[in-house]
């Protein structure tokens, strides 16, 4: 499917309540400043929105705070925390930054904070060191996440992933690094894109119950891009069925949003007006289908 056929899908009204728990991950529609995301939301009738900190950033946090607050949204996460493979004064410098980025949901709203924990330190071929210093770090973390009212929602990344990104790659790893910790404090993210290939993720759906704190969906797009980063496709344009994965998170106790998070090229060229219709077309159709 491309941007031109986008144009023909016809639109879900915004009053329409099957959007209800429909997020826009902002990420998704790149080209738009943060005002312009959230006033694109509340236009399409998609009543979530998740935010990222560089732009948060350049607007000022309380000034998204009311720009949110004005358009009668919800935060349903912030991106991102993590990178706490590395040691000495750059480790020290991750865990400060990830005390900001703790605060920055806090003020937001939000109890998501997604975290993208890193990959190998560079030069290293030590990824069980790095994974230790992950469950460090996160250890050190999660009190302070917890009086703010903020959960650390370790994701885990496609194995493609493993060596600069994230040295988490299943839902397993992620729930037995988050199993010593608070519910409240150490959650796990469920992103298709990431997980769909696993043939256990059903049974660790299953087992994250209460521990699943955010709902990611988009495609897994073939050939593979270049820059692999922005192989994640509109949903139907690629490999995943989605209704079995909403039916299992649901199952599972997972009652917060469904946030649609895309990174590509195409859809970065593309109206963000039309990106929202698609998006909002494929969610009832695909996603929600049973």
């Not at 990959?119 to 050190?140: F, K």
């Amino acid at each position: 499917m491309t941007p031109l056929e986008w144009r023909s899908a016809p639109d879900v009204p915004a009053d329409d309540p099957r959007l209800s728990r429909l997020s826009l991950n902002q990420k998704t529609t790149d080209s738009w400043s943060v005002r312009e995301a959230i006033e694109g939301c509340a236009r399409a009738g998609i009543p979530s929105i998740g935010l990222w900190r560089e732009p948060v950033a350049e607007m000022g946090v309380k000034a998204a705070v009311r720009a949110v607050a004005d358009a009668g949204l919800r935060v349903s996460s912030l991106c991102r925390g993590g990178f706490l493979t590395d040691e000495g004064q750059q480790g020290q410098a991750a865990l400060d930054d990830n005390r900001r980025a703790i605060d920055e949901a806090a003020d937001l709203g939000t109890s998501c904070l997604v975290m993208v924990v890193g990959g190998l330190p560079y030069g290293s071929r030590d990824l069980q060191g790095a994974r230790q210093r992950v469950a460090d770090a996160v250890a050190e973390l999660a009190p302070y996440a917890g009086e703010r009212g903020v959960r650390l929602a370790l994701e885990p990344l496609h194995p493609m992933y493993c060596a600069d990104r994230a040295v988490l790659s299943t839902l397993a790893q992620a729930l037995d690094l988050a199993e010593p910790f608070p519910t409240e404090q150490v959650g796990v993210v469920v992103d298709t894109f990431h997980v769909w290939w696993d043939p256990d993720v059903w049974r660790q759906i299953a087992r994250a119950g209460a521990r699943i704190a955010s709902f990611q969906v988009c495609d897994f797009l073939t050939p593979l891009p270049a820059d692999v980063l922005l192989g994640r496709g509109m949903m139907g344009d690629g490999h995943i069925e989605f209704a079995p994965f909403h039916r299992a998170v649901r199952g599972a106790g997972y009652a917060g949003d469904t946030e649609v998070e895309i990174f590509n090229a195409d859809v970065w060229a593309t109206d963000p007006e039309i990106v929202l219709t698609a998006i909002k077309r494929r969610y009832v159709d695909l996603v929600l289908l049973d």
